[in-house]
């Protein structure tokens, strides 16, 4: 399922990689050379009721309070499953979308960050389903795939979960930082 009326180009300067929470806000700051703030939205995709997928509104909550001013989903307005499409259509079709959202991976990933020039595919890990999302992309890898996605997702660690949100706006922050618009 694609979203209507809005093409996600790919950034080919932006190959898939993996980056730790040190190298991570290069890569917001590589965006930002790009793409000016005001045409930036941050679609932070999750939900509250699991701990694993707390990270996307957990990212969300802290750019607003940041004062960052395009920011769809947070603990208050989580951007999920259910809402998503609607979420995406009322972002403005001239911003360039970067979406973040936690994953499942391999054992060696758990902790680093997936980034790239495309969009990302929102629960994949949990049988997917969802539209794409985004012109850049941040998965977090919050724990390691299973058997079953959604207990894990629901086990994983809070303290992992906040540590790597704290990271991805630590990094926006700097990417994006005031006073260099």
Known sequence: MRLEGRRLPYDSSFSERK???????Q?????????PLDHVTFLCIGTDRSTGDALGPLV???????G???VVGSLRHPCDADNLVHRM???PKEHVII???????????????I??????????????????AGHYSIAAVVNVNGPKPYWTL?????????QMADEIVQAAAYGFGSGDE
């Open 60 to 66: 969300g909550t802290r750019l607003e309070e940041l």
């Open 154 to 162: 629901g086990m994983t660690s809070l303290y992992k979960v906040m």
């Open 68 to 70: 960052f001013s395009s």
């Open 115 to 132: 980034v790239s020039g495309k969009p990302l595919l929102p629960a994949q890990s949990v049988g997917g389903g969802l539209p794409e």
């Open 89 to 91: 259509n009322a972002i």
């Open 19 to 25: 980056l730790t929470g040190k190298e991570l806000p």
């Open 27 to 35: 890569f917001m700051r590589s965006i930002r050379q790009k793409h």
């Open 99 to 113: 979406a973040i959202d936690a994953c499942l991976g391999v054992p060696a990933s758990v902790g680093s960050y």
